[in-house]
Each structure stands twice: as C-alpha cells, then as structure tokens.
C-alpha cells in the first residue's frame, strides 16, 4: 500500500495552512491582541475555538465525506445543489476571489503610491499579475502542493516569523482591556472568530487537500482520510500558532497604538517602526502571499466543482480561466456591486454551514437520521433568513421576527444556535428511544 513520503505530507500540511491563511487571518488577531490588551490570551483561546477548530473539522469533514455535495446530501439532493453552489459561488468569484485581489493593494500598496501615480492603473496593473500567477498555478493542479506547500506558504511563514521577531522586541506596553472584552473577553473572542466565517471556505478546501493527497497515487479512502485529518490537525496547530503570533504583536503595542481601526493598520505601523522604509514592502509581500494561497485554493476548488456538475461540458482548464478573469474584472470595476448580494447570502448560509461541518464530524457516533439533518438545516438557515430581512431590508415578517429576538444569544446575531442544538438533541434522543423500543417489541414477538 503506497504512503506520502514525510516531505508529501508535510507540503500537504503547510499548503492546507495556506489555503486557510487569507487577509482576514492577518487582520483580525492584531486588532484582537490590541483591544483584549491584558486579556489577550483568554481571548485567543475562545477566538480559537470558531477560527481554527471549525475550520480545520470543516475541512476534515469535506475530506472525509469525499466532497462537499456529498456533506450536504444528508439533508436532501436538492439542498446539497442549492447550498454546495452558493458556497462555491459567494466565496468564490461572488466575494473571496475577486477581495483577495484587491486588498493586498489596498492594504499594503495604495497607501505608499506617489501622488502623481493613478491608482486605478495601479490597481489595475497589481491585480493582473496577481490573478495571472493564481492561474498559472492552478493550471496544473497535480502542482498545486509543490507550488503552494513546498514554496509560497514557507515564504510567507518566514515573513511573518521575520515580523513578529522584530516587533516582539519593541517596548512591551500592554493595555487594559476595551470595549466587550472588558467584561468578557471570551465570548468577545469567541464572536470574533465566528466572524471571520473561514469555516465557510474550509467546506470548500477539504476536497482540495484529498485531491491533493490523491495525486500522489493514495488511492485508499481510509489512507485518504487518515492523510486528511493528520494534515488537518498540523494545519491547524499552525494556524494557532500564527494568530499567537500576530495577536501578540497587538498586544504589546496596544498602549502605542491604542484605539487602532483595524489590525492592517497596527501591522503597518509596527513594520515601519522596527523595518522603517522597508516595513512597507515586507507588509505587501506577506499580504500578498496570504491572499495568492487563499485565492488559489477557492479557484481550484471551485473549477473542479463546476467541471462536474455540468458534466465535465466545459473542462477545468476552462473553469479557471472564467473564474479567474471574472475575479479579475469584479475587483477592478465592480467589487462593491458584488458585495451588496455575496455578504447577505454568507450571512445565511454560514450558520448551516456550522451545523453541518458539527453534525458531520460526530455522524460515525451518534448516527444522524435524514430528519436531524433536515431540522437542523431548516432551523440555521430559516432563523438567519429572518433575522438578515429585518436588520438589512428592515422587512419584520410577523411573529417570526420576534420569535428569532427572543431566543437566546440573539443580539450577537446567534438566533439559531440554542434551537437548532435542541432540536437536534431531543431528535436524536427520541429516535434512539424509538429504536430501542422497537427493537424490544421485536424481541418479544420473536420470543413468543
């Protein structure tokens, strides 16, 4: 039976790292480690929880089940093709795509431009080698560990070791908490994890990294899977380690740069202070870097998605260069558009998407049955609806609204997550319940 060498493995791992790692992974732990302050360390520990552990189970899962269509399919055929799409098309080229284009410009280019330098021919010209090399690499997809785990995602890893070395040796002045994580930090963590909805773009990366595995001759589906979940769990020790890093980096300069915006800008201040000049084009490398491996895996995961489900009509190769020119388009000229329709469809389908990645890791267990998946499906998908109809369009459907209001931890946008975990408890309670008192009456006739 054949086996990854130790270096497959290890690329395999590193570039399920890389996919995971976008903008967002960069952002969000500084300006965490900057308004947490002395509760930094608690609060990364709950921020873990949704924005490690999910996604990493997610793509387990996915691995797992060969394919998220496969995942959504407990539910019903029907649901499987309506959801699998949206994913693939919202943090596709619908969100993900076309963003992971433009903010490594924004972020960390637009900013030092000179004055007389348009910034729309500038935009232009970034985004069209970016997408160029995402499609370059995802061409040749039997590529895709070599080029992702075995060149990008180390460069970018020492870049970010390279910054925090340096930073980690400012003056440390660490802040009093602020804002929520006063009073709990935990939940705040937690919340923020939540928020970044990388278990969404975990659904779609699980299959990458068993196409992956794949093509190194791994033709077993129990080797399959095993190779999945090691490299899962080593991604996401990985990914933990990361955040430890960038949100300590907030951390100690929480004091020098407290009441910071956003993480990108506590980053850019702290590479200019401890690089100077040179700060600016680390910071642009390592944003590019992060968003290339992220990009590259939604571009993959998606062509090969779209390749079968229109019954392999149009070929991947042709998948890629659509999805990638889309992107392409969207990010230079309609990225705002795109927006208005992608966030609120995330929105809903990012609560299911927890259910299922939940429900599918624990199904060799506890034995769901079509009407469990079906009732949780309803429940995180339906209360989410209500809620977004009223807070974005103000539509307040009568009775519904209120309902999904007064169920608990519903004033952090979680309506769905008492009823659709009791439900699923006293469901899978009363079917077991059931089968035990079918199966003793069986018993009895037989005994008679």
Request: with cysteine; glycine share 8%.
């Amino acid at each position: 039976m054949k086996k990854l060498t130790r270096s497959q493995f290890l690329q395999v791992s590193i570039m399920l790292f890389g996919l995971f790692f976008g903008a967002g992974n960069l952002i969000f732990p500084p300006l965490l480690g900057n308004q947490a302050g002395s509760t930094t360390l608690v609060a990364l520990l709950s921020f873990a929880i949704t924005a490690v552990v999910f996604p990493v189970v997610g793509a387990i899962v996915v691995g797992k089940t060969d394919g998220l269509s496969n995942l959504a399919n407990r539910v019903g055929p029907l649901f499987s093709l309506v959801f699998t799409t949206a994913i693939y098309v919202s943090i596709g080229p619908g969100l993900g795509i076309p963003r992971a284009g433009s903010v490594p410009f924004e972020m960390a280019i637009a900013p030092y431009l000179p004055s007389d330098f348009n910034p729309l021919v500038a935009r232009l010209l970034y985004t069209a080698v970016f997408f160029g090399v995402a499609m370059w690499i995802c061409l040749k997809p039997t590529k895709l560990v070599e080029r992702v785990g075995k060149y990008l995602t180390p460069t970018l890893l020492s870049l970010i070791l390279l910054m925090f070395l340096r930073v980690i040796f400012l003056p440390k002045e660490v802040a009093a908490p602020v804002g929520n994580y006063q009073q709990a930090p935990v939940v705040q963590g937690f919340l923020e994890g939540y928020n970044t909805m990388d278990a969404v773009a975990a659904l779609n990366f699980g299959f990458v990294v068993s196409l992956a595995i794949k093509n190194f001759g791994i033709t077993d589906k129990s080797q399959v899977t095993r190779y999945t979940l090691k490299a899962g769990i080593i991604a996401g020790c990985v990914l933990f380690l990361v955040y430890a890093m960038l949100s300590t980096i907030g951390m100690v300069t929480s004091t020098q740069f407290a009441g910071a915006e956003n993480g990108a800008s506590i980053l850019s201040e702290s590479t200019r202070l401890v690089f100077g000049e040179f700060g600016a084009v680390l910071l642009a490398f390592i944003f590019t870097l992060a968003c290339l491996t992220t990009c590259v895996g939604l571009i993959t995961s998606g062509s090969e998605y779209f390749h079968t489900l229109f019954g392999k009509k149009l070929s991947y190769h042709a998948w890629v260069v659509v999805w990638t020119v889309f992107s392409f388009v969207m990010a230079n000229f309609g990225l705002n558009n795109l927006l208005a329709y992608s966030v609120p469809v995330l929105t809903v389908i990012y609560p299911v998407a927890l259910v299922l990645i939940v429900l599918g890791a624990t199904h060799d267990w506890v034995h769901y049955s079509r009407l469990t998946y079906v009732v949780a499906a309803f429940l995180s998908v339906g209360l989410p609806l209500v809620d977004l109809l009223f807070v974005s369009f103000g539509l307040k459907l009568p009775y519904l609204a209120d309902l999904s209001e007064s169920f608990p931890m519903a004033e952090y946008g979680l309506s769905w997550l008492v009823p659709t975990a009791v439900a699923v408890v006293v469901l899978t309670l009363l079917e077991k319940l059931f089968a035990t008192a079918s199966a003793r009456v069986s018993f009895g006739l037989t005994e008679k």
